[in-house]
């Protein structure tokens, strides 16, 4: 029998043992999930460094590109993220909201630093929502277009196969990450096995190509093309797209089968590839208007085709997982409204479906591609969002290095010097992609970051409101008149954001229900800057007079905010939730937007209508709808 191994990669499961064939599917689904948008990158990378910039097919240009795309993949994603970047996991969680909070739980880095920080964080999150949405749009057209090499007659038809690709894509979504993964992964091990044959095949016809490999010819290359060959680094960043999305996807199967996906059968598979379309190029110039397809044997194509659309649909759902999750993390952590989350998988709780999310993207995919048309209009888009985020990356990434791994300068200044400088590189080269299409990612980022700030920030006002009016609980019970109050029997619960002050769902149903239970609780789910909490450090309880509680309970931004379940379990001397004899009672404010000093008059009616599309409260914490009493009160902003 195999000998069980612990999973000790820094995933979330960590401590339960992952067996050799619990690793084989992680692995397998890492490889349907994960790799699907780096995995296709093949499709179009080679063609639009060379042919898009009208570069000559010369072995100048060729050697030097495929120089640069090798030392890109090995940099970029083996070293970078691979073997650094992944490490810095917040308890199994990857993506840029995750670092981000590493740097908030323990006030590592103060003041306005801090503060700019977290702002970059966010703005790297929004951005991701731009290549989230162009990434299943190019990868599906691109992979379709293959039919104009079989014949010119499906011209008309590629724009409608895209769409109902897509839409297909996005309605198979809640059947859950995991799912997705076991029946795309067979496909990917096809796929990368197909693009390393092929590449081997055409190695051996040309050889000298693999003296690409030496980044001399890289080097050349800027020194022959100069400036155009610096435009070029925008189409080579193609070939490194997902490394944001591999990053973000790390919750849903862990660190140790993402690296094992990548170093066994990704990278050799994309590399042979790679050099097979250079040496093509190499024998038959005419070959760079399609060299991808143009590999395959002439009786081969039309499965190569069908092969290629499957590898471009799995392709969008590394970004479309990736999203789910960024989702998720930003609501926990209050920067969104409440949207409805479905958990797909009992044993990986990072394996999520998000409805709302799913249908935007959808609606969005579809309109770039009646938009933009082709897979070459939309590579004018595409890398710009994915370059700024890399950016934003590697310099939290260098602050959780400094504050919490305490990594010496003599470590620190070489990762930032090289890294950033790569980083740099590609977004000054995609800079140049902005009047092209680049915009378009922009504004989807500038768009949601408003979102993001601006929930933020009138949740905080509605806090700062409701406790500047707020009695103080203990004053509230001393004011009463005890004679006069009626106890009924049971325990009433009330969500609130403040446990120090009267809520006034309380203060609502005493004035027109003249009855208190005979136990009454206020009580503070709160989101803390952690994916998961441990459980001694779950709840926090204290008994006032008069039966009155105050309860904290702490969640991490990746755990299920269940009230009910918690309660139910929790030990104490003196309180119990039964169900039957427990209420839950949830204050909704109808807010108004007012002059008061807070935020602009746009920004608060942005978040006045965010607020009343919010998703139940009763649903956000998991109450059992029988058991729940909503009670209205109006706010000024």
């Given at each position: 029998?195999?000998?069980?191994?612990?999973?000790?990669?820094?995933?979330?499961?960590?401590?339960?043992?992952?067996?050799?064939?619990?690793?084989?599917?992680?692995?397998?689904?890492?490889?349907?999930?994960?790799?699907?948008?780096?995995?296709?990158?093949?499709?179009?990378?080679?063609?639009?460094?060379?042919?898009?910039?009208?570069?000559?097919?010369?072995?100048?240009?060729?050697?030097?590109?495929?120089?640069?795309?090798?030392?890109?993949?090995?940099?970029?994603?083996?070293?970078?993220?691979?073997?650094?970047?992944?490490?810095?996991?917040?308890?199994?969680?990857?993506?840029?909201?995750?670092?981000?909070?590493?740097?908030?739980?323990?006030?590592?880095?103060?003041?306005?630093?801090?503060?700019?920080?977290?702002?970059?964080?966010?703005?790297?999150?929004?951005?991701?929502?731009?290549?989230?949405?162009?990434?299943?749009?190019?990868?599906?057209?691109?992979?379709?277009?293959?039919?104009?090499?079989?014949?010119?007659?499906?011209?008309?038809?590629?724009?409608?196969?895209?769409?109902?690709?897509?839409?297909?894509?996005?309605?198979?979504?809640?059947?859950?990450?995991?799912?997705?993964?076991?029946?795309?992964?067979?496909?990917?091990?096809?796929?990368?096995?197909?693009?390393?044959?092929?590449?081997?095949?055409?190695?051996?016809?040309?050889?000298?190509?693999?003296?690409?490999?030496?980044?001399?010819?890289?080097?050349?290359?800027?020194?022959?093309?100069?400036?155009?060959?610096?435009?070029?680094?925008?189409s080579v960043f193609l070939v490194v797209t997902g490394g944001e999305a591999l990053y973000a996807d790390m919750g849903h199967f862990g660190k140790l089968p993402i690296r094992i996906a990548w170093f066994v059968l990704v990278?050799?598979?994309?590399?042979?590839?790679?050099?097979?379309?250079?040496?093509?190029?190499?024998?038959?110039?005419e070959a760079i208007e399609n060299p991808f397809y143009l590999m395959a044997p002439q009786g081969f194509i039309i499965p190569f085709v069908l092969l290629a659309t499957m590898a471009s649909v799995i392709a969008s759902q590394?970004?479309?997982?990736?999203?789910?999750?960024?989702?998720?993390?930003?609501?926990?952590?209050?920067?969104?409204?409440?949207?409805?989350?479905?958990?797909?998988?009992?044993?990986?709780?990072?394996?999520?479906?998000?409805?709302?999310?799913?249908?935007?993207?959808?609606?969005?995919?579809?309109?770039?591609?009646?938009?933009?048309?082709?897979?070459?209009?939309?590579?004018?888009?595409?890398?710009?969002?994915?370059?700024?985020?890399?950016?934003?990356?590697?310099?939290?990434?260098?602050?959780?290095?400094?504050?919490?791994?305490?990594?010496?300068?003599?470590?620190?200044?070489?990762?930032?010097?090289?890294?950033?400088?790569?980083?740099?590189?590609?977004?000054?080269?995609?800079?140049?992609?902005?009047?092209?299409?680049?915009?378009?990612?922009?504004?989807?980022?500038?768009?949601?970051?408003?979102?993001?700030?601006?929930?933020?920030?009138?949740?905080?006002?509605?806090?700062?409101?409701?406790?500047?009016?707020?009695?103080?609980?203990?004053?509230?019970?001393?004011?009463?008149?005890?004679?006069?109050?009626?106890?009924?029997?049971?325990?009433?619960?009330?969500?609130?954001?403040?446990?120090?002050?009267?809520?006034?769902?309380?203060?609502?149903?005493?004035?027109?229900?003249?009855?208190?239970?005979?136990?009454?609780?206020?009580?503070?789910?709160?989101?803390?800057?952690?994916?998961?909490?441990?459980?001694?450090?779950?709840?926090?309880?204290?008994?006032?007079?008069?039966?009155?509680?105050?309860?904290?309970?702490?969640?991490?931004?990746?755990?299920?905010?269940?009230?009910?379940?918690?309660?139910?379990?929790?030990?104490?001397?003196?309180?119990?939730?039964?169900?039957?004899?427990?209420?839950?009672?949830?204050?909704?404010?109808?807010?108004?937007?007012?002059?008061?000093?807070?935020?602009?008059?746009?920004?608060?009616?942005?978040?006045?209508?965010?607020?009343?599309?919010?998703?139940?409260?009763?649903?956000?914490?998991?109450?059992?709808?029988?058991?729940?009493?909503?009670?209205?009160?109006?706010?000024?902003?």
């Open positions: 029998m195999a000998k069980p191994v612990r999973h000790t990669n820094g995933h979330k499961n960590g401590h339960r043992p992952l067996t050799p064939g619990y690793l084989a599917a992680l692995s397998l689904g890492a490889l349907g999930v994960v790799y699907g948008d780096i995995g296709t990158s093949p499709l179009y990378a080679l063609r639009e460094s060379l042919e898009g910039h009208g570069l000559a097919a010369n072995p100048v240009n060729v050697l030097g590109v495929l120089s640069l795309i090798f030392w890109s993949l090995v940099l970029v994603i083996s070293v970078k993220y691979l073997v650094f970047v992944l490490r810095a996991d917040n308890d199994g969680e990857g993506g840029i909201l995750a670092l981000t909070a590493l740097l908030m739980p323990h006030k590592l880095v103060r003041g306005g630093g801090r503060w700019l920080l977290i702002l970059l964080g966010l703005f790297g999150t929004a951005l991701l929502y731009g290549d989230g949405i162009i990434t299943p749009a190019i990868s599906v057209l691109s992979a379709v277009e293959g039919l104009k090499i079989v014949t010119t007659a499906f011209e008309p038809y590629i724009i409608p196969i895209a769409v109902v690709i897509l839409v297909l894509l996005f309605l198979i979504q809640p059947s859950g990450t995991g799912a997705v993964g076991r029946l795309f992964g067979p496909v990917m091990i096809l796929w990368f096995v197909t693009l390393g044959v092929l590449g081997v095949w055409h190695i051996l016809r040309e050889p000298s190509v693999l003296v690409a490999l030496s980044p001399a010819y890289a080097i050349n290359f800027f020194i022959v093309d100069g400036f155009k060959g610096f435009l070029v680094m925008g990278l050799p598979g994309l590399m042979l590839n790679y050099l097979g379309q250079g040496a093509l190029v190499l024998q038959n110039p590394a970004l479309i997982s990736g999203v789910f999750s960024i989702t998720m993390q930003a609501m926990q952590l209050g920067y969104t409204p409440r949207l409805t989350i479905h958990h797909t998988s009992a044993r990986e709780i990072g394996q999520i479906y998000i409805p709302t999310i799913n249908w935007l993207m959808m609606i969005a995919c579809i309109g770039l591609v009646l938009g933009f048309e082709s897979s070459s209009r939309l590579a004018a888009a595409y890398g710009i969002a994915v370059t700024l985020t890399m950016f934003v990356t590697t310099i939290l990434f260098l602050f959780v290095a400094k504050e919490r791994w305490k990594w010496p300068p003599i470590a620190l200044i070489p990762f930032g010097v090289v890294f950033l400088t790569i980083d740099a590189a590609f977004l000054g080269a995609n800079l140049f992609k902005i009047p092209d299409g680049g915009w378009f990612p922009l504004v989807v980022a500038v768009l949601v970051f408003t979102i993001l700030t601006t929930w933020k920030r009138g949740t905080q006002l509605v806090a700062e409101r409701l406790r500047t009016g707020g009695l103080p609980i203990e004053t509230f019970i001393d004011g009463l008149d005890w004679n006069e109050i009626k106890r009924v029997p049971g325990t009433a619960v009330f969500m609130t954001r403040n446990t120090d002050t009267a809520p006034p769902a309380l203060l609502a149903n005493l004035r027109y229900n003249h009855v208190l239970h005979e136990k009454v609780v206020l009580l503070c789910a709160e989101t803390v800057e952690v994916p998961r909490v441990l459980p001694a450090r779950r709840e926090e309880i204290t008994k006032l007079k008069r039966g009155f509680y105050q309860i904290t309970l702490r969640f991490g931004f990746m755990e299920e905010i269940n009230v009910p379940k918690f309660l139910e379990n929790m030990v104490h001397e003196d309180l119990s939730f039964r169900r039957e004899r427990t209420t839950y009672f949830i204050g909704r404010q109808t807010l108004f937007a007012t002059d008061t000093p807070g935020m602009p008059i746009w920004r608060e009616n942005l978040f006045i209508t965010m607020h009343r599309n919010a998703g139940s409260a009763a649903t956000y914490f998991s109450l059992p709808p029988q058991q729940v009493i909503e009670i209205g009160t109006q706010l000024e902003l």
